[in-house]
């Protein structure tokens, strides 16, 4: 009779040592999961940041780079709330730039807007002729 009491306290729970164990495996887990959790939010601020900045260059590509060649100018810089920019003309292998034609690259810089830390270049090789 005293052996079965002995035996049935004994299995009444778990001990100290097996709920600390326990405790710090899932603490373990969830610092692991908080960092994966951390990463994947970092890597989808990026890929929208990327988008962003791709949709500024060809934006600018298609409204400024016109006006350039218009005016024969070979570079200008703006900026709105998108972000800024810088554009660059360079005619394909160092021949005189006329106004209103272009055959050559096109250079863009876009850095995002204030909360976007990020700057990308885009190089396009256009021919263009505006009248």
Do not use: C
């Not at 994966?36 to 990026?46: C, F, L, M, S």
């Not at 106004?99 to 885009?122: A, H, L, W």
């Amino acid at each position: 009779m005293i052996e079965a009491n002995l035996l049935r306290q004994a299995d009444d729970g778990f001990t100290l040592v097996e709920t600390i164990v326990a405790f710090l495996v899932l603490a373990i887990a969830m610092g692991v999961a908080t960092q994966t959790i951390n990463i994947a939010t970092i890597g989808i601020k990026r890929s929208i940041e990327s988008d962003q900045l791709i949709e500024l260059a060809n934006s600018i590509h298609l409204i400024e780079v016109p006006k350039l060649i218009g005016a024969g100018l070979a570079s200008t810089e703006g900026a709105d709330q998108r972000g800024r920019w810088k554009v660059k003309l360079s005619p394909k292998d160092g021949q005189a730039y006329r106004p209103g034609s272009f055959i050559g690259f096109t250079s863009i810089e876009v850095s995002g807007s204030s909360n976007m830390e990020r700057t990308d270049n885009f190089v396009y090789f256009d021919i263009l002729s505006v009248r």
